[in-house]
């Protein structure tokens, strides 16, 4: 018997997606969490860079098609249950890296404090100035 195909060995979910998590590879910094269907990691896999699974839209959605914010991944990760994803990516297309809609580094940007969650990390760039 051959070797099981990488892919295969992911455990997907009844919709056949799997989570993932978005890892900066410089910093350690969480970006967002996301998810992949098995063409968005084969895809990734083979590009180098980021492509998710837009569960709102129904299809592949390659980071960085309108903001222009690419994540080039260097290596893709499995859990020890094999059901999570993480990626080790270079956040690309701004200064220090943009992986929010909102225009901020990290999709993590507010703390819970005081019963409230606050927003703790600056917009960096205007988001409508991002998606036009």
Do not use: C
């Given at each position: 018997?051959?070797?099981?195909?990488?892919?295969?060995?992911?455990?997907?979910?009844a919709q056949g997606l799997?989570?993932?998590?978005?890892?900066?590879?410089?910093?350690?910094?969480?970006?967002?969490?996301a998810w992949m269907n098995r063409e968005a990691l084969q895809k990734t896999a083979e590009l180098g860079r980021a492509v998710y699974f837009s569960r709102?839209?129904?299809?592949?959605?390659?980071?960085?098609?309108e903001s222009g914010h690419v994540q080039m991944v260097h290596d893709i990760r499995i859990d020890c249950?094999?059901?999570?994803?993480?990626?080790?990516?270079?956040?690309?297309?701004?200064?220090?890296g943009i992986a929010c809609h909102t225009g901020r580094h990290s999709c993590f940007y507010s703390v819970l404090r005081e019963g409230q969650w606050q927003p703790v990390d600056?917009?960096?760039?205007?988001?409508?100035?991002?998606?036009?």
């Open positions: 018997m051959g070797a099981m195909n990488w892919i295969e060995q992911v455990k997907w979910d799997v989570p993932v998590i978005a890892q900066e590879q410089g910093t350690g910094d969480v970006l967002m969490f709102s839209r129904g299809k592949l959605w390659f980071k960085g098609e249950d094999n059901d999570v994803i993480l990626l080790q990516v270079t956040q690309q297309g701004h200064e220090p600056p917009v960096l760039k205007d988001p409508q100035s991002i998606y036009q």
